[in-house]
């Protein structure tokens, strides 16, 4: 599929790409180690009760229900991946009244879900698509949420384009590399502008915000080349750069977003008002798991 952006002509992946992409995250974590799976995300985030979250964001791209959902398969299938056979996928509750089934998956009915998704009968379609989802072993609404996703995406507008994954920390990945890896198969998969891998108490810490994170991602088409903290491992990725943290503690990041503000680094919500969709490789980068490695966590007992 190609675009045209103010004369720029942007190639954006088929639904085969979009697979692809998602691949690379997908065959590493063909079997879940047992560590990750019994402690979950708590093993790599010890001292957040309420787990963490990957927040992706990008410039105007319209991009009808059809076009969204080969991205909606390929994010849904690594979610359910990686959680196992017990859990599903439930819609949202957008109205009391609406109730609460299974998300489909794939198909037409994926498209129809996008489409239609807290959307009076009759009412007048807006160009863009909101979905919210959540990841439970239990129907039930009040059942608890291993994750949970919501999709605000194929506006014109740069501020409506987002996509929000919370996970809580019972979330079957056990290292810090699952979890990097699992930020960068989402920005394979939703060519964003900016990734970023947080937890709330990290967040409350850091303002003005930039790109500081355990993990992120940052288009250079979007934002240009942005600077790198005594704090964090730069790699290029695509057209942009990852960045990984050397110490996942709040007080490493807060300290690192300082160091970014007095280097002139653009706030998180900096971009493009029309976007230019980055390419991305179908792997990981090289020396990934060199860097993860590396990495602190701070010990459950102590900060």
């Not at 056979?85 to 996008?114: H, K």
């Not at 979007?222 to 503690?249: K, L």
Request: hydrophobic share 40%; charged share 20%.
């Amino acid at each position: 599929m190609t675009i045209d952006i103010a004369g720029f002509d942007a190639v954006l992946p088929d639904a085969e790409d979009i697979r692809t992409a998602a691949g690379a995250f997908k065959d590493t974590v063909g079997s879940i180690n047992t560590t990750a799976t019994v402690t979950g995300l708590s093993t790599v985030f010890p001292h957040h009760p309420e787990g963490a979250f990957v927040s992706l964001g990008w410039g105007g791209r319209l991009e009808s229900p059809a076009e969204l959902a080969p991205r909606y398969e390929a994010m849904f299938a690594l979610i359910q991946q990686l959680a196992g056979d017990s859990f599903r996928l439930y819609g949202g509750r957008p109205t009391p009244e609406a109730e609460v089934g299974e998300v489909p998956m794939n198909g037409a009915p994926l498209i129809e879900w996008i489409a239609s998704y807290g959307r009076e009968p009759g009412a007048e379609r807006v160009p863009w698509s909101t979905t919210s989802a959540s990841l439970r072993a239990d129907p039930e609404a009040t059942g608890h949420r291993t994750a949970s996703i919501s999709v605000a995406a194929g506006a014109p507008t740069r501020t409506a384009n987002t996509v929000l994954l919370r996970l809580a920390p019972d979330f079957p990945i056990g290292t810090a590399q699952e979890s990097v890896e699992l930020l960068l198969a989402l920005v394979r998969i939703w060519q964003p502008d900016i990734a970023v891998l947080l937890t709330s108490d990290a967040v409350a810490s850091m303002s003005p915000s930039t790109h500081a994170a355990y993990a992120s991602w940052t288009s250079t088409l979007a934002r240009g080349e942005e600077p790198t903290g005594r704090g964090e491992t730069a790699v290029r990725y695509g057209d942009g750069t990852v960045r990984i943290a050397e110490e996942w503690s709040v007080e490493a990041l807060t300290a690192l977003n300082g160091e970014l503000v007095a280097a002139g680094a653009p706030r998180l919500s900096k971009g493009r008002a029309l976007q230019l969709p980055p390419t991305l490789p179908h792997d990981v980068p090289e020396h990934l798991v060199d860097i993860c490695r590396h990495i602190r966590v701070p010990n459950p007992r102590g900060r």
